[in-house]
């Protein structure tokens, strides 16, 4: 099987970005959107960036990576396998290259020679094993289990040889080890994983790290990748939930960057001087899960009935100004290979009636809990949707949570909350990490025999055509029997100082990937 190094992958990856290009990924692209600096990177200089994530329970587990501040943390002190490039194609990283057989089901990564941890210990085969399985076994509790599940057997053939083997196969498999999920972190003599150190591989040291308020990095002198990456010679990463506080801090120039801008004011921000605002159309999408295994919504019926409650368009132009677009109740936007042409779900409170009139009820009272911290205006979404349900006969009355401990407290607690997903480099990813079953991030503990058995069977797929069939209808079973409302796909719009130079912007995660301090610099 051909490894995705194959010059030929790239090119049809990047065929795959720019027709899906043509399909409005980069509609949303205003005036706003500034060209990046075409000077050389240059070193330099101590980067702040305010970033709308954070939460006093964080922990460098990677394990447990539940926020834009924690895998923007990961990215910057330690490298995974893989890395996804600005074009949507997979790049080499700690693996310098890799290859499939038996059918995808085997894969066997080389890894670069030479590359050392902070400590100056070298990067292994056996740092890479126990890096993987961290996250496996039956009592693990990590969000990348459902990842790393097919996987049966990882061995290093000599020290810088890693294979592993699948129950199926997986054409997909190089790409779920980019994930924030899956950094490399020192094996212990025992084999167990070394991540409470902060000791990575990356661009830059860890040198404190205090939750939910900050965290302050050193650039690595000895890193592999320094001549192209980690120009920085220091930075901090400021947890700063409040968007208001954040564009002041960019005003003011306390910081050089912040994401999540405020879309109301977007326009206004952007004609500050020496304020770049830019905007990137991707994967994320902004969701309200209901947990199918909790009544009422273990009934298909009601949660069909709440997903004709919604007036979308409403939505897109109120909480997002229309910088994104409307969803249609599954994860798979067009920035993504395979993403299928599916009628639209569109607001009718005479469907949502007939809905809940099919579950036994006239008439139906619930809770939505909301806070900003599960996306920027999720209160104001949720407001937004009560009035909108209430004309078919849904009392939705809307609970305002606290920012911090939200994805501790009430995501994946409560019934019905809010919640946003920034995506991942394949619908295979998505899928499984968040709507398979058992899967600790299924925030709606969906199990759907169908499903996931298609999910299984796509995996393994290795033609295209066959594949994007097999993928079609797992997107139209989520929209129609699934538990997650997905209103909109939001433009990643965040905003810098025009002293930051950067090269292409990656879509697969928001602020280049959430690589933007390994990548950017001071022009």
């Not at 740092?127 to 009592?139: K, Y």
């Not at 909109?488 to 912007?505: C, P, Q």
Request: charged share 20%; hydrophobic share 40%; net charge negative.
């Amino acid at each position: 099987m051909t490894s995705p190094t194959d010059p030929n992958c790239h090119v049809n990856r990047r065929t795959m970005m720019r027709g899906a290009a043509t399909l409005g990924l980069g509609a949303a692209a205003t005036t706003m959107v500034h060209t990046p600096a075409t000077a050389a990177p240059k070193k330099g200089g101590h980067l702040v960036f305010a970033i709308g994530h954070g939460d006093s329970t964080d922990t460098l587990d990677p394990g447990h990576v539940n926020n834009g501040f924690l895998a923007a943390t990961h990215f910057t002190i330690t490298n995974t396998l893989t890395e996804v490039a600005a074009d949507g194609s997979l790049s080499p990283k700690l693996a310098e290259s890799w290859a499939g057989t038996n059918e995808a089901a085997r894969w066997t990564f080389k890894l670069r020679k030479g590359v050392t941890f902070h400590n100056g210990k070298d990067v292994t085969a056996a740092d890479v094993i126990a890096s993987i399985n961290h996250h496996r076994g039956e009592d693990s509790k990590s969000s990348a289990k459902s990842m790393v599940d097919p996987i049966t057997d990882i061995r290093a053939d000599d020290p810088h040889t890693v294979t592993f083997d699948l129950t199926a196969g997986d054409a997909d498999f190089p790409f779920k080890l980019s994930i924030y999920s899956l950094p490399i972190y020192p094996a212990t003599e025992s084999g167990s994983l070394d991540w409470a150190s902060g000791v990575g591989c990356g661009g830059y040291v860890l040198k404190e790290m205090e939750p939910g308020v900050k965290a302050r990095f050193e650039r690595n002198p000895n890193y592999w990748q320094g001549g192209d990456r980690a120009h920085f010679d220091s930075a901090e990463l400021l947890s700063v939930l409040d968007v208001s506080a954040r564009q002041n801090a960019l005003i003011s120039g306390e910081v050089h960057g912040m994401d999540r801008v405020d879309l109301k004011t977007a326009s206004r921000l952007a004609q500050r001087q020496g304020v770049v605002v830019e905007e990137i159309a991707g994967k994320t999408h902004y969701t309200f899960p209901m947990r199918t295994d909790m009544a009422p919504f273990d009934d298909a019926n009601v949660r069909r009935a709440l997903k004709y409650a919604l007036d979308r368009e409403a939505m897109l132009s109120t909480v997002l100004s229309g910088h994104g677009t409307i969803g249609n109740d599954h994860p798979i936007s067009a920035a993504y290979a395979f993403a299928a042409d599916l009628p639209q779900t569109s607001y009718d409170p005479d469907k949502s009636k007939h809905y809940l009139s099919k579950a036994g009820v006239s008439s139906l009272s619930i809770e939505l809990s909301a806070a900003d911290a599960a996306f920027a205006g999720a209160v104001d979404a949720a407001v937004i949707f009560r009035e909108h349900a209430a004309k078919a006969g849904i009392d939705l009355k809307v609970v305002r949570e606290p920012n911090d401990g939200y994805w501790s407290n009430v995501w994946m607690k409560k019934a019905f909350c809010a919640c946003y997903w920034p995506g991942t480099p394949t619908v295979d990813g998505i899928f499984t990490q968040a709507y398979s079953a058992g899967a600790s991030w299924n925030d709606t503990y969906w199990n759907h025999d169908r499903f996931n058995a298609l999910l299984i069977q796509a995996r393994a797929e290795l033609d295209s055509a066959k594949r994007a069939t097999l993928y079609h209808e797992m997107q139209a079973l989520t929209r129609d029997e699934g538990g997650v409302i997905v209103p909109l796909f939001a433009n990643d719009v965040f905003a810098t100082s025009d002293k930051i130079g950067h090269g292409d912007l990656a879509n697969n995660l928001e602020i280049d990937g959430r690589k933007f301090i390994e990548r950017w610099w001071f022009a």
